[in-house]
């Protein structure tokens, strides 16, 4: 199969959904000029390309990390073809890859991409909250130290003057 056959298999069997049924199947790389397609062909492929390995999968290939439909995906987003995250979250529940869609290689127990970006907000809104508080901290312990040199120096001046090496 040709680079362009099997990009137009992948768009076939995103438009048809029906998974590969022959065993020889292997994984191969996109051609590519699969970033040139039009917004209605790179979405059948992104479909395409999930049901694929999900299929290359359940026969026991390891694709993991170098899954592509992150790269697709990346494209799709960045020509702002899913928003509301409703093709992310179909991957998401449909592929047992971690790094499907968003290539995080560790889902967090969320059962759809909605809960894992929930979780994403919250781990840095956490960072967030953790890194203000720090700033705060370190101001204080600053406007502390401050203080107590300035209490030192106040006894000190008292001390001087009371022994008699300051004159008023």
């Known amino acids: 199969m040709t680079d362009i056959q099997f990009l137009d298999y992948l768009i076939e069997l995103g438009e048809t959904a029906i998974p ?3 065993e020889e199947a292997s994984y191969r790389y996109l051609p590519l000029s699969w970033n040139s397609l039009t917004d209605d062909k ?3 492929l992104f479909k395409g390309l999930v049901i694929y390995e999900e299929f290359l999968i359940s026969i026991g290939q ?8 992150k790269f697709v995906y990346n494209e799709i987003r960045k020509r702002r073809l ?7 979250n179909w991957a ?17 127990g969320a ?9 994403q907000r919250e781990v840095a809104d956490r960072t967030y909250q953790e890194q203000v508080d ?4 370190k101001e204080e312990k ?6 107590a040199h300035a209490e030192r120096l106040k006894k000190k001046e008292e001390r001087d003057r009371l022994l008699g090496y300051k004159k008023d």
């Open 142 to 147: 600053k406007r502390l130290k401050a203080e």
């Open 82 to 88: 899913d928003n509301d995250y409703s093709l992310g």
């Open 42 to 44: 790179l979405i059948l």
């Open 111 to 119: 059962t759809t991409i909605f809960e894992y970006l929930g979780w």
């Open 134 to 137: 720090a700033v705060k901290r």
């Open 20 to 22: 590969p049924s022959h």
């Open 62 to 69: 390891k694709i993991g990390s170098a899954t592509q439909t």
């Open 92 to 108: 998401f529940v449909y592929s047992s890859n971690p790094y499907v869609p968003l290539d995080s290689g560790n889902r967090h």
